[in-house]
């Protein structure tokens, strides 16, 4: 018997799954599962209610998807069946899927509606059309019905304006790239006022560059007011929704444009009647005051004109001299009851009241250091007496003496021995002694 390996089984098994023919390209459907976006490539599963199998999707192949793949979805994927190696696992290696039951372009188109909403593009506050514009870029094919009508309704309207033709692919692979590159030149001529983006009606594969998000991005990014006209009135695009203009056709797109010129002419001429009757008014007005005020009595009696200034002079002379006369009074009066009270208040006098208060406090300040004094001597006579009688000098005058040896007080006869130096102290001087004998008192 020769056992196999498991890699050896593993590598038999994977080039059954290689060589069947039946596995090479299998029509699968079902649930995605255990989905997760990864930078590279993709990896989940694909269930119905009884099994479950799991797939890779390369990222060559992710990259050509149209939607977003999205937790329990349901979807249609084509792909081959092989065995993984490394874990002995069958797995599906996806190289198309499509959502079931709804078309990928509108799950697409589902989602990038849904993002853009999210992030607020369409709640942008819009631009407003120029009124009166010198140059508008068209961005569109050059061979359609779009160019053709726009430049019929602008000539038939506002003949005067500028309209500068950006060619423009608007339908096929390359035709969103082309879309954002003819944004990109409009902005940087920097010298337009309007720019028109339009293009027939079409099935939603035709209208797909319209949708994309470099587009929409595109579209908020540009400084210049945007009309959008794409499609029939009845098809939304995602431009559509980002543009600060939606019109429902070419022609729309250019009335919404461009003023009627012969209209404006029209209004400029009464404008121009308006303002001419408004100042042959206002001249008229001017004349007849004039001729009011030439007829006035200030120009006929001009000293007139100062009558009432020359009453209003005099009666403020009358209130200036009745106001100084009145201050005058006042401060007189302040004056005299200053005067009063200055001789109330003469120095000389308060000075002999305080020289005679200053005499009695010295006299009392005398009598009190006398009194205090004599109070401090008897205190010290009565503390020396009494120091008199604690001196030890006093004790020892009446018979009492203390001793030492070597400068020390002996307090008791054990702090002796015999034949011991001892000082005696009496009150008028002191014996030097040698010990001879000793004796204790007998305990009691």
């Known amino acids: 018997m020769e056992y196999l390996t498991v890699?050896?089984?593993?590598?038999y098994l994977k080039r059954k799954f290689d060589a069947d023919p039946y596995l090479e390209?299998?029509?699968?459907?079902?649930?995605?599962?255990?989905?997760?976006?990864?930078?590279n490539h993709q990896y989940f599963s694909i269930k119905d209610d009884h099994a479950k199998i799991s797939a890779v999707m390369f990222k060559n192949s992710f990259s050509k998807l149209n939607f977003m793949p999205e937790e329990g979805m349901k979807v249609m994927v084509v792909g081959r069946i092989s065995l993984y190696e490394?874990?002995?696992?069958?797995q599906i290696y996806v190289e198309?899927?499509?959502p079931d039951g709804i078309g990928a372009l509108y799950q697409a188109y589902e989602q990038l509606k849904k993002k853009l909403a999210a992030e607020g593009l369409f709640q942008l506050p819009k631009k407003t059309l120029p009124r009166f514009p010198k140059k508008i870029a068209v961005l569109t094919s050059p061979s359609g019905a779009v160019i053709r009508d726009i430049i019929t309704t602008v000539k038939r309207r506002y003949p005067i304006v500028q309209l500068v033709l950006f060619p423009t692919i608007v339908q096929g692979d390359q035709a969103a790239d082309n879309l954002v590159v003819n944004l990109k030149k409009v902005e940087q001529q920097a010298d337009f006022d309007t720019v028109i983006i339009g293009r027939g009606g079409g099935s939603i594969e035709d209208l797909w560059p319209f949708n994309e998000e470099r587009v929409a991005r595109a579209i908020v990014d540009c400084p210049l007011a945007v009309i959008s006209s794409v499609g029939?009135?009845?098809?939304?695009?995602?431009?559509?929704?980002v543009s600060d203009v939606r019109a429902a056709t070419p022609t729309a797109a250019a009335e919404l444009a461009v003023p009627v010129l012969s209209e404006e002419?029209?209004?400029?001429?009464?404008?121009?009647a308006r303002l001419q009757q408004a100042y042959l008014y206002q001249l008229q007005s001017k004349l007849e005051r004039f001729k009011r005020l030439q007829n006035s009595y200030v120009f006929r009696q001009p000293q007139r004109l100062y009558e009432a200034q020359s009453q209003q002079l005099d009666q403020l002379k009358q209130r200036l001299s009745q106001t100084l006369e009145h201050s005058f009074y006042e401060k007189e009066k302040a004056y005299s009851q200053m005067n009063t009270r200055l001789r109330q208040l003469n120095p000389a006098s308060q000075l002999n009241q305080e020289k005679q208060r200053l005499l009695f406090l010295q006299t009392g300040l005398t009598r009190n250091m006398q009194q205090l004094l004599q109070k401090k001597e008897q205190k010290f006579e009565h503390t020396v007496a009494s120091l008199d009688l604690l001196s030890p000098l006093k004790i020892m005058s009446r018979g009492y003496n203390f001793t030492t040896k070597k400068e020390q007080i002996i307090k008791s006869v054990k702090e002796l021995e015999l034949q011991d130096e001892i000082t005696v102290h009496y009150y008028d001087g002191q014996i030097q002694a040698q010990i001879t004998n000793?004796?204790?008192?007998e305990d009691e």
């Open 25 to 39: 390209k299998v029509f699968l459907t079902g649930e995605i599962s255990n989905f997760r976006l990864r930078p």
């Open 265 to 272: 002419i029209l209004r400029i001429d009464e404008k121009q």
């Open 232 to 241: 029939h009135e009845t098809d939304t695009t995602i431009a559509d929704l």
């Open 7 to 11: 890699s050896a089984l593993t590598k």
């Open 86 to 90: 490394a874990s002995g696992n069958y």
């Open 438 to 441: 000793i004796k204790e008192h």
């Open 96 to 98: 198309q899927m499509q």
